[in-house]
């Protein structure tokens, strides 16, 4: 008998891989029929060796005693064609692993570069297209400020003057003590306008030696339109991890910059915080799309961890409603939570990223208040209290784990207001129930005659969109698909659903060929974020900001995705074709015909914007702004409305009554006391409004005296006269009950008592500037 033992070659390097694998092969010579079998069994062994598995499947010891260096000639060969074969196996598979390790590389680096380019492209596109605006360029100083409209200009102002300050330790104290903004008042400014960008944006300069190449107003806008790229780049990334090709990356970006007005405010209110914080939230929902991801290695994992951690407290600090945006991700990562969407460990590892990120942002940002009775810190301590008290919400029977869902749900809910309401009652927050007037407004539940929330109702960012949202966002294409994307993976996500609750495991990877889009967290966090923030867009128009770009980056990935195209074969149980097959070449074929008919009607339209010669002056406000710097007294103060304010803070730095920040209560009372120069109030009424202010020169704006508005009732005159009582509106009739004229019109008049209290010093088309007298001298 024969005995054949195969054993691995430990000394051989090739034997380390899955398929290098040499064996030595030891038999007795008895007959060529022995070692015919003894070859057989070896080729045997050596095919099983390939396919992974395990040497044992190789041995056929039979009895008898070992006898080492007793083969044939027949079976040496035959031994030397099998080593040979592994040998060959082992090299095939090494440049196999080589050829497809290659593959990723070059295909990371194409959609790296690609991201990295529409980046930039869109950064030198804002860049051009601002300066082809505003022939910023050619303009003076003044001129150039003036251009940053909506009162943006402020913030611009407190990055001057950290520029001018002796220090930057120096400045950032000024800038806490601040006496000289606001009227008889003393603010912390850093915190009440959240000032980090201009900080951060002056540190960098300075310690850049920007000074000698570059102008701070240079400096300043070009760190914004590079966040810009920053946030296409992201948007980028979304659409690639979710689709696996970034051809998805360069159609989300193609139809974002189509549809400009309704992603961002950039171009002509640069210094807003929301300008300098979405970046960062762009780069945060990047890092969590990855994050959630169930194909991810654990180094991936980590790095994507870090930089949701770093962004997501960026983006708390760089702007004061960052934590309410967030908010709004909690509840969406609460809810793939509670249908067991996502695995627990990394949900707990996303709210350890929140409580941090608000905790540090409390100490960093003087211990504002705001953040402690914030939505998101209740949402995370009622979560963590109501998994405390539910740890087998995710086990029984359908019936049972809907109960408990259902109970869930109303213990965070309960729990979340009963702790907001606590710390509400704890910490000075004086603000919450102006904010509660308003949303009751809003959303029709009471009715007021209030000046401030019929003010905030009036402003564009809190209406509710128009029909010219969605005729724009069509005829660029993405709302379409937009809603057929979102109807397979909400149906496919429901199906998931389903399944979790009637006790299916989550799967760790889903494969293309099954066809279920809904499986995957990354998709399903997508699905839901889309949808709260597009009802939050239906209810205030400001809102389409933080939804129409994931708009654009969820509708790419959907068009451009194999498995969605799956899905949905699987769905018609298609059999002509195989589904796979078809899937590929739609994927590829829609996303080529929608970018070739973009490219052929929004191209054009595109380069003419950059060489549309626009011509952006306003002489009556240059003459005014040069005006006060000539002839205002230093210790001058000035009341206007609040966009005009801040214009005059930017441009000639003397104090004003008021600051266009519409979120500050106190700050809104004093804007509705200078408004009052447009109601029907007596000379008197207004002169002791306007020096409780401590106001010494007030400016009557044309535009606001002799408004005509589109809107009913959201004229400043008609919110003042309702607010003051002076007009009535019932049931359709309108009833004025009024002893004054109103005071813009009749001051022009220049007759007693008005010429007692104010005298004009200035006019021109667009303003009349009046001096508040000090010393009333009474004509008849």
Partial sequence: MAELRCRREKDDPASEGPLGRLYEVETTDEDDSTATRAGAEVGTADGAHADGEGPTAGDARKGGTDVEGASSPKEEEKVDHLSANGTGSAEGAHRCSKSVLLQRVVKLFIG??????????????????????????????????????????????????????????????????????????????????????????????????????????????????????????????????????????????AWYIINRPDTTTVVYAIPLRDNWALPYFSCQVAALTSFLSNNISAATEMFCYLLMSVTTFTFIVMWEHGHYVLFVQGVVLLLLDCFDLIPARKTADIHKVYLSSLL???????????????????????????????????????????????????????????????VKKILPVDQSDFILKFLEVKFGLNSTTEFIPNLLLCEEGFQSPGQDLFLRLTQASVLPFYVLVMLVCLFSTMQAIYRRLSGERLMGGVQMEQGRIGERPEVIYHVFHTLLFGALAMLFQGMKYLWTPYVCAFTAFGVCSPELWVTVFRWVRLKSVHPVVLALILSTAVPTIIAFSLWREFFPRVLSELTEVQEFYDPDTVELMNWIKSHAPLAAVFAASPALLGTVKVCT???????????????????????????????????????????????????????????????????????????????????????YGRFCHEIKMNYSPYTNYFTRVFWNRSYHVYRVNSVISFQY
Wanted: charged share 15%.
């Fill in 653 to 739: 730095g003397w104090p004003v009554t008021s600051l266009p920040l519409y979120t500050d209560l106190s700050l809104l009372q004093r804007s509705e006391s200078t408004y009052q120069v447009y109601a029907m109030r007596s000379a008197e009424e207004v002169y002791k409004l306007l020096t409780a202010q401590q106001s010494s020169f007030v400016i009557v704006e044309e535009e606001l005296c002799n408004q005509m508005s589109s809107v009913r009732g959201c004229r400043i005159k008609d919110l003042l006269d309702y607010a003051n009582g002076h007009v009535v509106y019932d049931k359709g009739e309108t009833y004025t009950f009024a002893k």
């Fill in 360 to 422: 540090l942002a409390y100490v960093l940002q003087y211990q504002r208040s705001a953040l402690l009775s914030s939505p998101l810190l209740s949402l995370l301590v009622a979560s963590l209290l109501a998994r405390y008290l539910q740890q087998n919400m995710k086990m029984g029977p359908l019936v049972a784990r809907l109960m408990k869902l259902v109970l869930h749900l109303y213990l965070v809910f309960t729990t979340g207001i009963t702790f907001n309401y606590l």
């Fill in 112 to 253: 790296c570069l690609a991201a990295v380019t529409c980046g930039m492209i869109y950064a030198v596109y804002l860049s051009t297209y601002h300066e082809r605006k505003f022939w910023f360029s050619s303009r003076q100083e003044m001129e150039r400020e003036i251009t940053f409209q909506g009162g943006s200009g402020l913030y611009y102002y407190y990055y001057k003057h950290m520029l001018f300050a002796s220090s930057f330790e120096k400045g950032v104290y000024e800038l806490t003590r601040d006496n000289r903004t606001v009227s008889g008042q003393t603010i912390n400014a850093v915190e009440q306008l959240s000032l980090y960008p201009e900080l951060l944006c002056s540190l960098l300069y300075k310690l850049s030696g920007s000074q000698d190449s570059i102008e701070p107003v240079y400096f300043y806008i070009g760190v914004v339109f590079g966040l810009q790229a920053v946030y296409v780049t992201a948007l980028f990334v979304c659409s690639w991890v979710m689709s696996g090709t970034w051809v998805a990356g360069l159609l989300a970006v």
